[in-house]
């Protein structure tokens, strides 16, 4: 009996990885990949949102921000995010202190370094669910704070992928 039990479920098993691999071929279903793009994009926005409200409250403001989809992969097959940055407003303090305060006001809503350092410059990772931030001086502008904040990597088809790169959005003023 408890051989038969287990022929089973080792039989189901394999259908489950036959029909999975199987069913895996070729590009994914275009409305379950819109569907996907569209919940991740608003996701991503409505952190930048949150974020510039926190931010704010602890006297650090976005000074604008934009968003835009970007490619995170090209094997097994495309796949791509949606990236939302922008400067954080000079308020007088070193960089350090702006990435140290952007990054405190961050863990109170609730995400969670990862990563943070001092070299080459400061800067912080920090996660929360699928999306990643990152607060930094600015490589190309020294002095200058950046925040950026990416959705998780998403399977595409050709052709979304080819309408989406690229499309810049103006997320906050």
Not at 15 to 38: F, H, I, K, N, Y
Not at 51 to 76: K, V, Y
């Amino acid at each position: 009996m408890v051989g038969q039990r287990r022929s089973r479920v080792w039989g189901a098993a394999a259908m489950l990885v036959a029909v999975t691999l199987l069913g895996g071929c070729g590009e994914p279903d275009e409305q379950q990949v819109r569907d996907s793009v569209a919940a991740s994009e608003s996701s991503v926005k409505d952190a930048v949102n949150e974020i510039h409200e926190a931010l704010g409250a602890s006297g650090l403001e976005f000074e604008s921000a934009s968003g835009e989809w970007e490619s995170c992969r090209t094997q097994p097959e495309p796949g791509f995010r949606f990236y939302a940055s922008g400067p954080l407003q000079d308020n007088g303090e070193d960089p350090a202190a702006r990435v140290q305060a952007a990054t405190e006001a961050l863990e109170r809503l609730g995400w969670s370094v990862t990563d943070a350092g001092s070299e080459p410059r400061p800067y912080a990772t920090l996660e929360q669910g699928e999306s990643t931030l990152t607060v930094a001086e600015s490589k190309v502008n020294p002095g200058s704070v950046s925040l950026g904040v990416r959705g998780e990597c998403l399977d595409s088809t050709q052709d979304l992928a080819a309408e989406l790169i690229g499309e810049s959005q103006q997320l906050l003023p």
